[in-house]
C-alpha cells in the first residue's frame, strides 16, 4: 500500500466519523457554539432561522447554544 492510498484513506475514515461525533454531542444534550456552526445575525437568501427545523421560538435552537435571532442563519440550517 502506497503513503498516498494510506493518507487518503486515513481522511475519508476522518471525515466519516464527523457526522457521527456531531449526532453523538447532539443526542447527549450538548449545544454547538455559535463559532462552531458558522452562526450570522443575517439569513441567508431565503433561509434563516424562523424556518429552520431546529430553531425555538422565540430566540433559542436545538442545537446551538446562546441567543439566536429568528433572522439569523448557521450552517446547519435545516428545511422545516
Known sequence: MSRRTLLQNAAIAGAAAVPVLLAGARSAGAKMSQTAVAYQ??????????????F????SC???AGDI??????????KA
Open 62 to 64: 436545538k442545537s446551538v
Open 69 to 78: 435571532s429568528p433572522n439569523g442563519w448557521c450552517k446547519i440550517w435545516v
Open 56 to 59: 425555538e421560538p422565540p430566540s
Open 41 to 54: 445575525g443575517s439569513p441567508k437568501g431565503s433561509s434563516k432561522c424562523s424556518n429552520c427545523k431546529l
